[in-house]
């Protein structure tokens, strides 16, 4: 999640400038229950955590306006005035497949600041805002890139096409003209994103009448239109693969210099379809029903407090309609023809408003999570465990009643300890990630014996006995399953102390002694001393072997000690040893 | 007149008999009792009582380290090296063999010893001007150690030099510093008539020959210390990750929850976009969540996937916009680890989207982390939903509050948050130990999630994770101790 840190002067300034004053320690105590994590707070600034779904509270100005709304009650606008605007830009037929989606606004007579340094803050709190942006919304610039500019010395009409690479202008943060592929060679930015364009298909570049080149999107703007502090007037564009996210990205740069007092003057856009786009900031209505509020609330609210909520929001309800058959998409939120809905204006810069649920949840923040009352629920249900957890617990109290340690180990594992250095076959398909981090940890177990004749390994240097087991998952045939498993560095046990843990095992499930038959088990199989092993079987049923490990194989885990183990199925016990409670 | 019992009127016999002052193994010794304690005690009596004086002196006990005990079994570094060059020619005694025929934690260190001992590198070569000097230099160390490693040895009855020698090197011995303590008789002391000192006949141990008899009956019951130590036994004991679900599990039957499970292996489909997670979500990526090459993928019904598409694409079956963009129905049948339990509670709901439920899951999940003391790749997640008609977010933090006092945290409060798939979606804390401590998330799940189930219902939703509150309980530091345990710090952890 994105943590952004805030300036305290910046803040107290774009209050000011508001008509407000800041107040750090209500942002401390109270900016929390908008939905925001703040972390720390110093003498010069603030570091807030903002939740994924919120990128319109990013930057000091954005954020700042909706403080203003939540904290004290100022009920703001939620649209901007946009003025017709006669600059245009023209998207060429080329950039359907480069990057299809190209917008532009103008933002006129910004305040910057009183002092040079706070003009400075300002410069490098919009890179940061823009910066924020891209890893969010734009998904590290592969959905949205953003390139705001200084509009003094440029002229529309402005061009936006796919170039060859061949052109060649200065970047940022370099001193001499780079052609585009160089700077996808060379320049730090070019290579940080260079995967991000298709040499093949052409690379995207923003020109004003003379040719004059303001930006490669996504990778770097042009220094010609650098943003410093004599800027006031700006060009914002923005351009990517993602429609919706650039639509919010290109607002919400353009209201945080609009909440600097800067004039939002539309950009006439061609695109390269013929169609033609202007920036709005008209409010999107929303069509809440009361069912839905009162469903997700449990309790009906009244329009007072809805009004004031949302208004704290930044929203504004603009009257009630009754849902007709068209707006019925849904069975969830239980409307029905003939219900109330309410009618919200909510601002469009509020990109994560894809259902009337997400108003519901600005309207609960609005009012306070605390202002719930309680409520249990309706329904009577019996509550019932797994079936196969009682046989669980017997066997677990039944091995530790033999003194042996209960441990927990990794599922994932590798072929090396898992099969090799044990002598097992796999006793299914292996599931295998594609990704592992190590080596060590590159497919999921069939077996929990291993882990454990590696944790004795580990604790080696402590003194003898010790006795531990598992019970938990493996993954067969890429299914979930469930092993017990003991294993004892013991210097006075060995095959006859297995045999007894397995007898007292199967004891205490209940096992008919007739019906148990061992057999010895193959050589050389398993990690097992030859002829000190056996197979336990139940009928037919093969539900586990158990033996003294051979100092072969526990050499390889760097073991000198006698071990004996067993490990058993336990899904084979559940099936051949049913539970006495419901034989 | 003293009171004295047996114990310390058998050791104030010996001291009056004894010219010399006499310590504790001598005591023990000419008691003829194993456990010094009983030794101290009754002497430290007698000294409370002005009967014995006390002196103590400082004194150092040399016993093995590590590698001390490793050289009595496989011989010192310099003696196997010695061994080994006794076993060649001089000239294959090269320093390059040594280092292939020696570990190499060993080799560097073990050259450095021979050369304090005389042997020379002289072109690569290892020589030994004296062979027979060196090997019994080698072979009187071996001799200390030897000495060493049947039991502790008081530093005056050893080889100071080789003391110093050892000390320097690592591992091999360390010194206990401990204080002897000797006792003698007083003036008072051997002033007590010897009558005084004949021991009533006490019994020891009860044994059943004894209790067939009825000569207990006239004698007396020996009076046990109290605080001489015992051993603590070692039993068989649950992990504290296991008695923590149990517990945890408890809770959620009371209430009614009813226990679910499922697969490791799962499809990025039900992991994640039956969850309406957007498929660029960053979570999604590579270097998040572990992607399987076998099985590569996991084949779904092809009706599910065109739902999916829908819901993603344009909110199709519920009142949502959907994200837009295009949907990938191979990306949905990509096979991964399932990364929330979540995928256990979404496919009941798709199984049961017309019953009421109430269901938990404790499970592990994965996910592409490298392991610190912090983080595992897998991890034991809870996880708990109410599904039924008039589910809301009241009854969720209702119920919230129940499980978290249930569970010993009375004290909850919530706050917005974000999760994908909830909304509303909340953070739950709870007071410990005086703090707030974030314990777990929240929400309801989004209709673009519960709609295309086919469920009429809201479904509240919570969860959280099993270590963090487990290492919080149990004082940890280091995750790796849950699962790669030093048994004996494992074997001290309380039962939870």
């Known amino acids: ?583 | 007149m003293m009171g004295l019992d047996n114990r310390e009127k058998r050791i104030m016999a010996i001291l009056r008999d004894s010219t010399a002052p006499l310590g504790v193994s001598s005591l023990s010794e000419k008691t003829g009792w194993t456990d010094q304690a009983h030794v101290v005690g009754a002497a430290m009596g007698l000294t409370e009582r002005g009967l014995a004086s006390l002196s103590e002196e400082e004194s150092v006990l040399v016993k093995l380290g590590v590698e001390g005990h490793n050289a009595a079994r496989d011989g010192l570094l310099e003696m196997r090296m010695l061994d080994w060059l006794q076993s060649r020619d001089p000239q294959n005694r090269s320093m390059a063999s040594i280092s292939e025929d020696f570990d190499k934690t060993e080799a560097g260190v073990g050259v450095g010893i021979l050369r304090s001992m005389g042997v020379r590198i002289v072109g690569g070569m290892l020589e030994v001007p004296d062979m027979q000097g060196a090997l019994r230099e080698a072979q009187r160390r071996m001799a200390f150690i030897m000495t060493l490693s049947d039991s502790p040895k008081p530093s005056d009855e050893l080889d100071e030099g080789l003391i110093s020698h050892f000390t320097n090197r690592r591992g091999l011995i360390e010194l206990e510093r401990s204080v002897l303590r000797s006792w003698s008789a007083t003036e008072r002391g051997l002033s007590i008539g010897s009558d005084e000192l004949i021991e009533i006949d006490q019994i020891n141990e009860i044994t059943p020959d004894l209790l067939q008899g009825d000569a207990w009956r006239t004698k007396e019951f020996k009076p046990f210390d109290i605080h001489a130590p015992a051993p603590i036994p070692l039993g068989g004991r649950p992990h504290p990750l296991q008695s923590l679900i149990d517990r945890i599990r408890a809770v959620f039957l009371e209430m009614g929850f009813s226990e679910i499970s499922g697969n490791f292996v799962q499809s990025a489909g039900w992991n994640m976009d039956a969850l309406f997670i957007p498929q660029d979500h960053p979570a999604r990526t590579m270097q998040d969540t572990f992607y399987l090459e076998d099985p590569a993928s996991i084949k779904i019904e092809p009706s599910r996937l065109e739902q999916w598409e829908g819901t993603h694409e344009r909110g199709v079956g519920t009142t949502s916009s959907g994200w837009g963009g295009n949907f990938d129905k191979d990306e949905s049948q990509k096979a991964l680890l399932r990364t929330h339990t979540t995928v256990n509670t979404v496919r009941h709901i798709a199984e049961n989207p017309s019953s009421p439920s109430r269901v938990f899951g404790v499970g592990r999940v994965f996910r592409q982390e490298t392991i610190d003391r912090t983080h595992l790749p897998e991890f034991h997640q809870i996880e708990g939903i109410i599904h039924e008609e008039s589910a809301s977010l009241p009854m969720l933090i209702t119920t919230l509050r129940t499980f978290y006092s249930k569970m010993g945290y009375s004290d909850v409060r919530v706050r917005p948050a974000y999760f994908p798939y909830t909304e509303p979606s909340i953070e739950v804390e709870i007071l410990w130990r005086g703090k707030w401590l974030e314990l777990g998330g929240a929400g309801i799940f989004r209709p673009e999630v519960t709609q295309p189930l086919g469920t009429d219902w809201p479904v509240c939703a919570w969860g959280m994770g099993l270590e963090r509150l487990a290492m919080l309980i149990l004082g940890l530091d280091d995750i790796r101790e849950l699962y790669q345990p030093d048994l004996m710090i494992l074997s001290k952890m309380p039962i939870l």
């Open chain 1, 1 to 583: 999640m994105p943590t952004i840190k805030l300036q305290h002067s910046q803040l107290g300034d774009i209050q000011k400038f508001n008509g407000h004053i800041y107040d750090a320690s209500r942002w401390v105590s109270d900016l929390s229950q908008i939905g925001v994590v703040v972390e720390n707070s110093t003498d010069s600034e603030i570091e807030i955590e903002v939740f994924p779904d919120r990128p319109d509270l990013l930057s000091h100005e954005n954020l700042a306006r909706a403080a203003r709304s939540f904290l004290e009650d100022v009920e703001a606008p939620c649209g901007i005035d946009v003025n017709h605007g006669q600059e245009r830009m023209v998207v060429d037929p080329s950039m359907k497949y480069v990057r299809p989606h190209v917008f532009a606004v103008i933002v006129r007579e910004v305040y910057t600041g009183k002092s040079d340094s706070a003009k400075d803050l300002f410069v490098q709190s919009l890179m940061d805002h823009q910066e924020k942006l891209h890893t969010t919304l734009g998904r590290k610039r592969k959905s949205v890139s953003i390139g705001v500019h200084d509009l003094g010395g440029i002229q529309g009409p402005f061009s936006v096409s796919a170039d060859k690479g061949d052109s060649v202008f200065t970047p940022l943060g370099e001193e001499r003209e780079m052609a585009l592929t160089e700077i996808l060679e060379f320049h730090p930015k070019g290579v940080e994103y260079a995967h991000l364009v298709n040499p093949e298909l052409g690379y995207p570049l923003i020109r004003d009448c003379k040719g004059k080149v303001l930006s490669f999107p996504p990778i770097i703007n042009g220094v010609d239109t650098k943003v410093t502090t004599e800027s006031s007037d700006f060009l914002i564009d923005v351009t990517g693969w993602d429609r919706r996210a650039c639509l919010a990205a290109i607002r919400l740069v353009a209201l945080s210099l609009h909440e600097r007092g800067g004039t939002v003057e539309s950009v006439d856009v061609s695109q390269w379809d013929g169609s033609h786009w202007r920036l709005d900031f008209d409010p999107v209505e929303h069509k809440v029903p009361e069912s839905l509020i009162n469903m997700i609330l449990g309790i009906e609210v009244d329009s007072n407090t809805m009004e004031k909520s949302i208004s704290r929001m930044g929203g504004k309800i603009v009257g009630k309609v009754r849902v007709d058959e068209e707006a019925i998409g849904s069975r969830w939120d239980g409307t029905a023809v003939d219900d109330l809905a309410y009618l919200i204006h909510m601002p469009a810069w509020r990109s994560d408003l894809l259902h009337p649920v997400d108003i519901v949840e600005d309207l609960i923040i609005g009012m306070g999570l605390n202002s719930l009352p309680e409520k249990k629920s309706e329904v009577n249900l019996p509550g019932s465990p797994l079936i196969d957890s009682y046989t669980e617990r017997r066997i677990r109290q039944s091995i530790r009643a033999l003194g042996a340690h209960e441990v927990q180990t990794l599922t994932l594992t590798n072929d090396i300890r898992e099969f090799q250095d044990v002598r097992i076959q796999p006793r299914g398909a292996v599931t295998r990630i594609r990704n592992p981090i190590t080596k060590e940890h590159g497919i999921l177990r069939q077996n929990i014996l291993p882990s454990l004749i590696e944790l004795l390994a580990a604790n080696r240097h402590h003194e003898l006995p010790h006795r531990i087991f598992e019970l938990g998952a493996t993954v067969i045939d890429h299914s979930n399953s469930t092993s017990v498993a003991w294993a004892c560095a013991d210097a006075n046990a060995g095959f006859s102390t297995a045999k007894g843990f397995c007898m007292s095992l199967l004891r205490d499930l209940g096992a008919d002694e007739n019906n148990v038959k061992l057999v010895e088990g193959p050589p050389k199989e398993g990690p097992w001393l030859a002829g000190r092993v056996a197979i336990v079987m139940i009928g037919d049923a093969h539900i586990g072997t158990f033996g003294e490990v051979d100092p072969n194989v526990s050499f390889k885990f760097g073991l000198r000690v006698p071990i004996h183990a067993g490990e058993f199925y336990v899904n084979r016990i559940v099936d051949s040893l049913p539970d006495p409670l419901f034989r």
